[in-house]
């Protein structure tokens, strides 16, 4: 995805908040009468676990679908959801092994309340990855939590928060202020303490990788 921070606000397209919640709020309300109607029809043939991962998958297909919908087509801005080259993807890796080395040294940082980092890591990828929630669950539940987590509330991440909310903020705020203040939700989202601080360092990074280097030291800079 790549975020052109420095383009001139007249050049991009106009997306106001009232626009973004009135994508948001009615893809919520299917969601919920869906989830609802999902669960009165699974609740007694379908294991817990299983409708539960079910009716997640319904709400965040929701909040895709709407974005996708409301924000045509979806390789523009504000969601500019596109391939842009081996070079993006190759600065992406590196964004990736930035923040690695970056929460490495913060958790080091934060040992006190999260414990020895190792064991931070290890309480990261039990709920980061839903393999705590998933213990002891039928092979059902993977098969639908898998590409649910790799893939579609990937997708409805990078467009709410590196797509929508950004745009929002870039309008209001300079680059690196409006990447701090976005990376705050993105954090709070997801909703473990031992994972925010990871989470709160790639939302700072991620924003980054689809601009070339003069473009992110000009935002930096900001």
């Known amino acids: 995805m790549k975020i052109a921070l420095d383009s001139p606000r007249e050049a991009r397209p106009v997306v106001g908040g009232r626009r973004i919640l009135l994508t948001i709020a009615p893809a919520l309300a299917a969601g919920a009468a869906i989830g609802s109607a999902t669960f009165v029809v699974l609740r007694s043939v379908a294991d817990s676990n299983v409708t539960g991962q079910v009716i997640t998958l319904e709400v965040y297909g929701c909040l895709v679908v709407s974005f996708a919908l409301a924000f045509q ?8 959801f596109r391939y842009t080259g081996a070079k993006h ?20 940082a934060l040992t006190p309340i999260f414990g020895d980092p190792l064991e931070a890591l290890l309480k990261i990828l039990a709920v980061a990855t839903d393999a705590k929630r998933l213990q002891g669950t039928p092979l059902l539940a993977w098969c639908i939590a898998v590409p649910r987590g790799r893939l579609l509330v ?12 950004l745009d929002w903020l870039r309008k209001r705020l300079s680059a690196s202020r409006a990447i701090a203040v976005s990376a705050v939700p993105f954090a709070v989202m997801h909703v473990y303490p031992v994972a925010m601080p990871y989470a709160f360092l790639f939302g700072l990074a991620s924003p980054a990788h689809g601009l070339d280097a003069e473009h992110v030291v000009r935002a930096c800079a900001q």
């Open 73 to 80: 087509p979806a390789r523009n801005p504000p969601l500019a």
């Open 154 to 165: 990937p997708v409805f991440e990078e467009w709410m928060f590196r797509g929508l909310l």
């Open 89 to 108: 993807l190759g600065l992406a890796f590196l964004t990736w092994l930035g923040v690695l080395a970056a929460a490495g040294v913060v958790y080091f």
